[in-house]
């Protein structure tokens, strides 16, 4: 059985958090809570076309619905690597070079090659060479050291607000981003 995940990530592979520290500022936030989502969920992650007011309710007040079935979920504790890895799933796109082209469909190889050597470099036919983490896999794949997960059935419709990644930002010092997969 497969399982969406939701993970919230600093945008540098090899950027370093203290996990327990990212923790504590998704409770502070409001948007964990100790067995459960927060109470302030929905104002910082939106969820396809679901209102902020339909998500809040789902979590406020599970009917048994499968939507409120959808947001009885909670947040996996930060996890942290001594060295980069990588989130990746069954549905993970095409990356694109900087420039906009389609890198290869053999993305695979491009990322044993990546894992074997943290150096190798992407050349486009544009003549650009971007390092494979800075590839844009459409926020299908993730490479960091530290992972923030939520495991969640919407997870595909998961956004982050751009209020959210600033504030990770400002608490952290690194800009971060999100990704999704589905194991």
């Known amino acids: 059985m497969s399982q969406n995940v939701f993970a919230l ?36 992650l939106r969820c396809g076309e679901l209102t902020a007011g339909q998500i809040q309710a789902a979590i406020d007040r599970p009917d048994g619905s499968p939507l409120a079935n959808t947001f009885t979920t909670r947040w996996e504790p930060t996890t942290t690597h001594a060295e980069p890895v990588v989130r990746v799933g069954c549905e993970t796109a095409t990356p694109l070079c900087p420039c906009g082209a389609l890198t290869t469909d053999d993305w695979p190889d491009l990322l044993d090659r990546w894992w074997h050597d943290r150096h190798h470099r992407w050349v486009c036919a544009c003549g650009r060479t971007t390092p494979v ?17 939520l495991p969640h059935g919407l997870a595909p419709d998961l956004r982050p607000t751009s209020t959210l990644l600033a504030e990770l930002a400002r608490r952290s010092g690194m800009p971060w981003t999100w990704t999704w997969v589905r194991r």
């Open 133 to 149: 983490p800075s590839l844009d896999f459409q926020h299908t794949l993730g490479f960091a050291r530290a992972f923030v997960e």
């Open 9 to 44: 990530h600093p945008r540098g592979h090899d950027q370093v958090v203290d996990g327990p520290m990212v923790d504590g500022w998704l409770v502070e936030l409001g948007l964990a809570g100790p067995s459960r989502l927060g109470p302030r969920f929905a104002v910082w």
